[in-house]
C-alpha cells in the first residue's frame, strides 16, 4: 500500500530553518491535497498547515508568517518551509492527505513515521 514519507527534520538553533518534505513511498498519478501537522510530546497532534488541489493553502496561526506549505506536482512531493523557528515547534511533524495512486483512484493512505523537528540551542 501507498505510504507517506516525511523526511528533513533535525536539530536547529532557535530562528533557524528547516524544509520539511512529503512524499509517497511509490509511484503515484499526483497529490490532491496534503496537510502537514505535529504532535508535541503530551500534547495532540495539530494541524499547521494544509494545500489544497487548486494550489491554495491555509495556516494555524501558530505557524502563519513563519511557515510556508508548497508542491512540486512534477515529483508528487510537498514542501514545509519553517522560518524564525522556535523552541515550541519542537514536534513530530507528519504529513498526511488525499493522493491518486492513478487517475481513477483516491486514498487517504495510513500514518508515516513522522520526522522528528527539534528546536534547541
Known amino acids: 500500500q501507498v505510504q507517506l514519507v516525511e523526511s528533513g527534520g533535525g536539530l536547529v538553533q532557535p530562528g533557524g530553518s528547516l524544509r520539511l518534505s512529503c512524499a509517497a513511498s511509490?509511484?503515484?498519478?499526483?497529490?490532491?491535497?496534503m496537510t502537514w501537522y505535529r504532535q508535541a510530546p503530551g500534547k495532540r497532534r495539530e494541524l499547521i498547515a494544509a494545500?489544497?488541489?487548486?494550489?491554495?493553502?491555509n495556516y494555524a496561526d501558530s505557524v502563519k508568517g513563519r511557515f510556508t506549505i508548497s508542491r512540486d506536482n512534477a515529483n508528487n512531493t510537498v514542501y514545509l518551509q519553517m522560518n524564525s523557528l522556535k523552541p515550541e515547534d519542537t514536534a513530530v511533524y507528519y504529513c498526511?492527505?488525499?493522493?491518486?495512486?492513478?487517475?481513477?483512484?483516491?486514498?487517504?493512505?495510513?500514518w508515516g513515521p513522522g520526522t522528528q523537528v527539534t528546536v534547541s540551542s
Open positions: 498526511n492527505g488525499e493522493i491518486k495512486p492513478t487517475i481513477r483512484t483516491m486514498i487517504r493512505p495510513p
Open positions: 511509490e509511484t503515484i498519478f499526483r497529490i490532491y491535497s
Open positions: 494545500i489544497f488541489s487548486d494550489d491554495s493553502t
